[in-house]
């Protein structure tokens, strides 16, 4: 046993913990990863500090102590469930908790209808303290542990928390770990001469060092703000801000940087949190000449915090927000030794969606299912088809390319498209984030008014309002029954279309992607229950995509969703297993009729129940062809 081993050991004896009874999950979770835990520190910061090794060691038993007895008796549960959260019966919605039901009280209320929609697992946007104006929707954090006061308080959010757990839903918040508001305490001390403080954050005297890590770094918002660092008068210092003049950038080569953020973590573990998003991890290591993203530091440093959460706060799993390349998105997961992030955002898929939507050719997004689909047994993907934030067209040139396209001209398409300066186009959306020197930019707007809902109602025409809707259902069906959690975004629920309010707002009017965070208008969502509406449409459709899949346990994610080409290009599926059922999904991705052949797909059986628009058929009896109206799907229940 090294030295730190035994030090460790001394600590554990120390504090009295009942290691052979209540405690022994603690010290079974320690011992099993306490080697990793010493290795990561070293390999980070070298092999002189095990003052603040001993400092996390500490920090770990204290959390442990003050978890609720409740959330220990659901860290078993969890336990014995193994990977809980790649269940089929998790399903998600992502939301603003001041936009959908005003605060958190009244978030409360609201459970009933998100219940009878079939979610039981509620992401709650940034709900921590943030300035106005300068919040970057909440991702500019000035406290960690503060609920901010137009949501409630943190007796608000516990008491949330205490209704999902009798309503056995889950709870998914999210940690800032890459900056904080420059209102932070942190960096309110650095500005004011404390120089433990200033070295939370990269500080420059001159634009030196900034001007060579400009060399190579991209420009996150190029329009709103340009360049990588600002100019702060407190400090009469540059500061690295990567995001926004008013995020300032944590130092993670400062151990002490990790510790605190390893106790803000530990913080949200104890409120009983599900997941925990973890926001913009790919940007936490900065080293000169690279792009200062996806860093091999990063990943350490991810896999130490994942190992110190498996310890003190074991049922609470980590969600890596990594939105970048396919292949690259992979490394977040880590591997079967090297256990990182337990769940990631298929954010590649959901871009495939829009780009098969689009061009009527699922060829793309076939060819991109290799990045993509080779992940560790135990982990999962968030899957979804609209969220908080923009599109992005992050598949690869590659793939692009082996499909038979210019990546170039099918960039501008999609584009085109997407932003309605392309005539044959039923969307309506915005170009965000356009940056001239490079022509990239990223798509924001609704669901339901990229589907092509919003310009079919302002014609009031019947035919394209139906097409929109078969659209919306059809792209929801495809994440909803991919392997990994589905997680709806609020008001997509019931169509609702692009919010343009943001233009007049001071501290919206610069992000567009504020068209498509609606605030909710409950009339509008009783209309769910008017049969034949568009909402009760939407509405019912979306609850039954979500039945279908809490029915099926072979929707479960055990690495079984094997993708089939149709022989078509209109079309695309994947097929689910597992020891007691087969399913198979086929989605239409054109405005037009396809008609497929049985044996070219190879469907496994002759007798199915296509439990969408429930009908039994026996293949032969329908001279082995399956026909698909525009924008239509079939999910395929093989019988025995």
Not at 249 to 258: A, E, M
């Given at each position: ?192 001469g404390d120089k433990t403080y200033e070295d939370f954050f990269y500080t420059f005297e001159d634009r030196n060092l900034p001007d060579q890590y400009e060399v190579t770094m991209p420009e996150i918002f190029p329009h709103s703000s340009p360049g990588n660092f600002t100019w702060s008068a407190e400090l009469n210092k540059w500061v690295m801000t990567v995001f926004n003049y008013y995020q300032w950038d944590l130092n993670y080569t400062n151990p002490s940087v990790f510790l605190a953020m390893m106790d803000t973590i530990f913080f949200y573990g104890n409120l009983g949190v599900d997941i925990l998003r973890v926001d913009a991890p790919a940007f936490i290591w900065k080293k000169l000449g690279t792009t200062c993203q996806n860093l091999d530091e990063a990943h350490l440093i991810l896999q130490l915090f994942r190992a110190c959460v498996d310890v003190a706060t074991p049922g609470m799993a980590l969600l890596g927000e990594a939105i970048v390349a396919p292949k690259a998105i992979m490394k977040y ?308």
């Amino acid at each position: 046993m090294t030295q730190i081993e035994t030090q460790i050991n001394d600590l554990i004896k120390a504090s009295k913990l009942k290691i052979n009874g209540q405690d022994n999950l603690f010290y079974f979770k320690l011992v099993s990863n306490l080697k990793q835990i010493i290795s990561l520190f070293h390999t980070i910061y070298g092999p002189n500090k095990d003052t603040e090794l001993l400092l996390l060691a500490k920090l770990m038993i204290n959390t442990w102590k003050e978890r609720a007895e409740s959330l220990k008796v659901r860290d078993m549960q969890k336990e014995s469930k193994r990977a809980w959260y790649t269940d089929h019966d998790i399903v998600g919605m992502s939301l603003y908790v001041d936009r959908f039901a005003n605060n958190l009280t009244t978030l409360k209320e609201k459970i009933p209808y998100l219940e009878d929609l079939g979610i039981n697992f509620l992401h709650l946007m940034p709900i921590m303290k943030s300035p106005e104006n300068e919040s970057d929707g909440g991702y500019a954090v000035s406290d960690f542990k503060a609920v901010e006061a137009r949501f409630g308080t943190m007796s608000d959010l516990k008491s949330l928390q205490n209704r999902l757990l009798e309503h056995n839903m889950y709870l998914m918040l999210d940690v800032v770990i890459n900056h904080t508001s420059h209102h932070h305490e942190w960096a309110q001390k650095a500005k004011n001469g404390d120089k433990t403080y200033e070295d939370f954050f990269y500080t420059f005297e001159d634009r030196n060092l900034p001007d060579q890590y400009e060399v190579t770094m991209p420009e996150i918002f190029p329009h709103s703000s340009p360049g990588n660092f600002t100019w702060s008068a407190e400090l009469n210092k540059w500061v690295m801000t990567v995001f926004n003049y008013y995020q300032w950038d944590l130092n993670y080569t400062n151990p002490s940087v990790f510790l605190a953020m390893m106790d803000t973590i530990f913080f949200y573990g104890n409120l009983g949190v599900d997941i925990l998003r973890v926001d913009a991890p790919a940007f936490i290591w900065k080293k000169l000449g690279t792009t200062c993203q996806n860093l091999d530091e990063a990943h350490l440093i991810l896999q130490l915090f994942r190992a110190c959460v498996d310890v003190a706060t074991p049922g609470m799993a980590l969600l890596g927000e990594a939105i970048v390349a396919p292949k690259a998105i992979m490394k977040y997961f880590g591997s079967e030794v090297e256990n990182e992030c337990s769940v990631a955002y298929n954010a590649t898929h959901m871009a495939l969606q829009w780009d098969a939507l689009a061009t009527g050719d699922t060829t793309v997004m076939l060819m991109s299912q290799g990045d993509i689909y080779h992940k560790p047994q135990g982990s999962t993907w968030i899957n979804y088809t609209r969220c908080h934030d923009d599109i992005g067209l992050g598949f690869t040139d590659e793939n692009i390319i082996k499909a038979g396209f210019s990546p170039y001209d099918h960039r501008k398409f999609l584009k085109e498209y997407y932003s309605g300066q392309y005539s044959g186009s039923d969307a309506t959306g915005l170009l965000f984030a356009y940056n001239p020197k490079t022509e990239d930019a990223r798509i924001s707007g609704t669901l339901a008014s990229l589907c092509g809902l919003e310009k079919a109602i302002t014609t009031n025409d019947k035919n394209n309002i139906n097409k929109a809707i078969n659209k919306i259902l059809m792209m929801q069906a495809n994440s909803i029954f991919m392997g990994g959690i589905p997680m709806l975004f609020y008001g997509d629920d019931v169509g609702y279309t692009n919010d343009y309010t943001y233009q007049t707002d001071p501290g919206k009017e610069y992000d567009n992607r504020w068209a498509h965070r609606p605030i909710i208008d409950w009339n509008k969502n009783q209309k769910a229950n008017e049969l034949g509406s568009i909402e009760n449409q939407i509405f019912i459709g979306t609850q039954k995509l979500i039945s279908i899949r809490k029915n099926h346990a072979c929707i479960t994610d055990a690495n079984n969703t094997l993708w089939i080409e149709c022989g078509n290009k209109h079309l695309i599926g994947f097929r689910r297993w597992d020891e007691n059922e087969e399913m198979t999904f086929i989605f239409n991705y054109s405005p037009h009729k396809i008609y497929m052949s049985v044996n070219q797909y190879h469907l496994d059986g002759e007798k199915f129940h296509e439990l969408w628009r429930d009908h039994v058929f026996n293949i032969r009896e329908n001279a082995n062809l399956l026909v698909f109206d525009p924008y239509q799907f079939k999910v395929l229940l093989k019988l025995q």
